[in-house]
């Protein structure tokens, strides 16, 4: 931002410069495991849309509004991590999500779920406890 007012550059808050993270520990790399590919944003739209069937990079970029770069490297990192499989047809490429991949997804988020639900449980029987007095 060289050229800008010091006093007008506008200041980016970001998790380093709110101190999160050591300059002295490594942080683990968006490819080193699904866990950390999926803590992306967009990379989940990208495995939602992928959910039902299998789609071009020209579609998941119409249907998501991104652009077509974003989109090649957010399913890159996925491929990489084995999220999603991709095949040729002609000159297209056309990507899937695999669901032996994602199951490990399913089952850590299921362990959390099931805490809501009994968490939901003891609030509604509060409730209807304190209807009932």
């Known amino acids: 931002m060289r050229g800008i ?3 007008k550059q506008k200041k980016r808050l970001t998790y380093s410069h709110m101190g999160m993270y050591s300059p002295f520990m490594a942080r683990a790399t968006t490819t080193s495991d699904v866990f950390n590919a999926v803590a992306e944003p967009r990379r989940r739209d990208i495995l939602n849309y992928l ?3 299998e789609r071009a990079v020209g579609d998941i ?5 991104m652009e077509q770069p974003s ?3 957010h399913l890159r990192v996925l491929r990489d991590v084995g999220l999603v499989a991709v095949r040729r047809d002609g000159r297209q490429k056309l990507y ?3 669901a032996e991949a994602i199951k490990p997804l399913h ?4 362990t959390f779920e099931r805490y809501w639900q009994r968490q939901l449980v003891r609030v509604k029987e509060r409730a209807e406890g304190k209807r009932e007095t």
Do not use: C, M, P
């Not at 089952?107 to 299921?110: H, L, S």
């Open 5 to 7: 007012d010091e006093g």
């Open 51 to 53: 959910a039902l069937q």
């Open 61 to 65: 970029v119409d249907s998501l509004e």
């Open 71 to 73: 989109v090649s490297k």
């Open 96 to 98: 899937r999500t695999n």
């Open 107 to 110: 089952e850590w988020a299921g």
